[in-house]
């Protein structure tokens, strides 16, 4: 298992400049989802900046690895650091904070739903777009049936657990929660569920990756837009 994003930054960057899902799958949802907030915004696990790229204006970035930062670079603001942890910043800093496959890459979802409400003011927004949950369940896979239909083995959906990935010559663990979990857990740290998108892989996509031929209709992107709440001083 690598935790080290150093190690997998010249990996992570020729995977976003060569794949076709961010144009077309996850850069529409985020747009979408971002559209109607604005204000001082965040981007939590921006790596190398297509986030911030996407959604324009000022914004600071924060990310564990200093080579992805590097690449992020200009106009932005980047500050590297471990995240759930935002003890670096004062509460209510932001009017919105975003995060793109971030979520999935962390062992306390409730840490980093609890920190980001803490440094979004009240009536800001927190919007996340991560694997759809589906998809990240431990033994979840598509099987092919004897006449050639593509079915999905959903593995351990309702339990929590981590699952390791390739990536490049290395392996990165990923975190599934069902989305029950994930919801709950927002919603405890005083987060509203405003929209939520699930979407599959698009026809574009799939052209780039015959593999996933058959695999159309299975959710594979998650992506949600929550306005923080205020406290109950009562
Ligand atoms: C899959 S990449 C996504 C990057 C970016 N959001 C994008 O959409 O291109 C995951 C990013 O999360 C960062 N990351 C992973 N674990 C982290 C942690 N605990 N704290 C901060 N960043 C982390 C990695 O360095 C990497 O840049």
């Known amino acids: 298992m690598s935790d080290s994003w150093d190690d997998l930054a010249s990996w992570w960057a020729d995977e976003v400049s060569d794949d076709p899902a961010y144009e077309h799958d996850v850069h529409p949802v985020l747009r979408e989802l ?34 992805l930062l590097r690449r992020a670079g200009s106009p932005f603001h980047v500050v590297q650091a471990r995240l759930p942890d935002l003890s670096w910043l004062r509460s209510g800093t ?10 999935d890459l ?16 009240v009536g800001g927004h927190l919007i996340v777009v991560i694997n759809h949950p589906v998809y990240t369940a431990p033994g979840s896979a598509p099987l092919m049936d004897p006449d050639g239909e593509v079915l999905w083995r959903w593995g351990t959906y309702f339990l929590p657990g981590s699952m390791p990935e390739p990536a490049g010559d290395r392996t990165i ?14 919603a405890a740290e005083g987060w509203a569920l405003e929209a ?35 406290t109950d001083v009562s």
């Open 34 to 67: 971002m559209a109607p907030t604005s204000g001082r915004t965040i981007d939590l696990g921006c790596g190398e900046g297509q986030g911030m790229r996407v959604v324009g204006g000022d914004i600071v970035g924060t990310d564990l690895s200093h080579a």
């Open 94 to 103: 932001f009017d919105r904070a975003f995060s793109v496959y971030l979520v």
């Open 106 to 121: 962390i062992q306390d979802h409730r840490a980093f739903f609890r920190e980001s409400a803490r440094v979004v003011a």
């Open 173 to 186: 663990e990923f975190f599934h929660r069902p989305m029950a979990d994930l919801l709950s857990a927002a």
């Open 196 to 230: 939520l998108i699930e979407r599959g892989l698009s026809p574009r996509t799939i052209a780039r990756f015959p593999e996933y031929m058959g695999q159309e209709h299975f959710p594979r992107i998650a992506g949600f837009r929550w306005e923080k709440m205020p």
